[in-house]
């Protein structure tokens, strides 16, 4: 009998010995939310590259990507209102920031920063747009800008030359009409927020960037006269057809069409954010080349030719996240190897999950498309020269940033003046600064 006891006493402790590992190595689960494109192979993505390489990685925390439609943001709002929501928190731009910031919705992440070094990581310009009071709280996902894309052959068929200047500019976009096309391809069907990045064209390349940084800081009113003209050649530009022939036609116009415009020579320009680059991929098989370039240089205020800056998402991480530190780790995973970090984006042809990282141009491999090489050497160059601008979705506050898109079809229709958008303009900008509402915006 005792001989029976000592046995069962023996396999007991066995088994114990045997599941003890399994107990105390119960994974972290971490969650993150983001937002789901399904027909680019998006979703896909993130699981293959980010999720199942993150969890294959160590064996302490289980990375779990949870997508939810196209737009993240409201589901993620309405989750932090409630108390809840992911470990982290995806965006699509410092204005989300700012009032998750406001409302106490956002951990700092200023320790891990310093832990993990992400100050010498990160592009001074995207870091400074996650520092809020002093502490660093939002992590740039991706950066873009606004640049043009055009058809090469098509240009080099008719002889035509890319414009450096405002009569350059309006004299080729005559020429194209005058051939039945569309000067550029655009439209805002599907998203109406595409107002806003010609708005930021102008103000940019018109005002100029040296003027649009005094308006963002208050040493200037969005009223001031080279606003004011910036909007109003917009506006005629606009009602010359320039984008997709018509108002009407850009109204009704969305991303699969003015693709195939670009594409399929209807149109033989584009002005875009660096998304776009993603577009250029219809050109395959076409026959027909394509390229890119900066802004044309409106006007003599606007200096040399600029990249407005922006980060094209964020991540945070949830003030109520129980588990913060594994959060951080999966952040700090995401940006410890610009190798892996390149070889993503690459998949992504470079529109999406380039994240502002120091890159060196010994960074990118022999395979990568000598344009798109081209355009991120550029930019890193240019930049550092002094020579950006400001894109609106990401320096303005909640309420201004709204308005300039979706007030902009009343100007368009006649409704109200210029001068009257600018005016309500500068009252949400008053309003924002008194309230301390303002993003982050590096000094000059």
């Known amino acids: 009998m005792l001989k029976n ?64 439609g196209e737009d993240v943001n409201g589901p993620t709002r309405t989750a932090l209102l409630a108390g809840a929501g992911p470990d982290i928190i995806t965006s699509s731009g410092s204005t989300y920031v700012r009032a998750y910031y406001d409302g106490g919705f956002l951990k700092s992440l200023e320790p891990y920063a310093q832990k993990y070094g992400w100050k010498e990581k990160i592009l001074p310009w995207a870091y400074n747009l996650g520092v809020f009071d002093g502490e660093f709280y939002s992590f740039p996902q991706n950066y873009e800008s606004m640049i043009y894309f055009y058809n090469k052959t098509l240009f080099e068929e008719n002889g035509w030359k890319l414009p450096t200047n405002l009569t350059e500019y309006e004299s080729l976009a005559a020429e194209i009409k005058s051939k039945n096309m569309h000067p550029f391809a655009y ?81 033989a320009m584009m002005q875009i954010g660096t998304w776009g680059f993603e577009i250029m991929e219809g050109f395959k098989g076409s026959g027909d080349d394509w390229d890119w370039a900066p802004l044309t240089i409106l006007s003599e205020d606007a200096g040399e030719p600029n990249y407005q800056l922006s980060i094209g998402g964020t991540m945070s991480i949830n003030a109520a996240s129980e588990n913060p530190d594994a959060a951080a780790e999966v952040l700090n995973w995401i940006i410890s190897d610009k190798n892996r970090v ?95 509402e303002l993003i982050p915006v590096g000094k000059r």
């Not at 006891?5 to 983001?34: D, E, F, Q, R, Y």
């Not at 595409?194 to 009113?221: C, R, S």
Request: charged residues 25%; hydrophobic residues 35%; glycine residues 8%.
């Open 5 to 68: 006891n000592i046995k069962i006493l023996s396999l007991l402790i066995g088994l114990t010995t045997l599941l003890m590992p399994a107990i105390g190595h119960t994974k972290t689960v971490i969650t993150w939310w983001n937002y789901s494109n399904e027909g680019s192979g998006l979703n896909n993505a993130l699981k293959e590259e980010i999720e199942d390489r993150f969890n294959a990685s160590q064996s302490e925390i289980e990375l779990q990507i949870i997508f939810k």
């Open 187 to 267: 439209g805002s069907s599907g998203w109406q927020p595409t107002h806003e990045h010609l708005a930021g064209n102008y103000f940019n390349t018109f005002a100029g960037p040296d003027n649009v940084y005094k308006a963002l800081v208050g040493e200037k009113k969005w009223t001031d006269t080279e606003f004011v003209e910036a909007l109003e050649l917009l506006k005629k530009h606009m009602m010359d057809g320039y984008w997709s022939g018509s108002l009407e036609n850009y109204y009704a116009n969305d991303w699969d069409g003015f693709s195939a415009q670009i594409t399929n020579r209807e149109a």
């Open 342 to 436: 390149l070889d993503f984006t690459a998949k992504r042809n470079y529109g999406e999950w380039l994240l502002p990282l120091k890159y060196e141009e010994s960074d990118f491999s022999p395979s990568v498309d000598q344009r798109i090489r081209d355009y991120l050497v550029d930019f890193a160059k240019a930049t550092g020269n002094g020579n950006y601008g400001y894109t609106t979705w990401t320096f303005y506050p909640a309420n201004a940033g709204t308005h300039i898109w979706k007030d902009m079809e009343s100007v368009w229709a006649g409704d109200i003046s210029v001068v009257e958008f600018l005016a309500e303009q500068q009252k949400l900008w008053d309003k924002a600064r008194d309230a301390n």
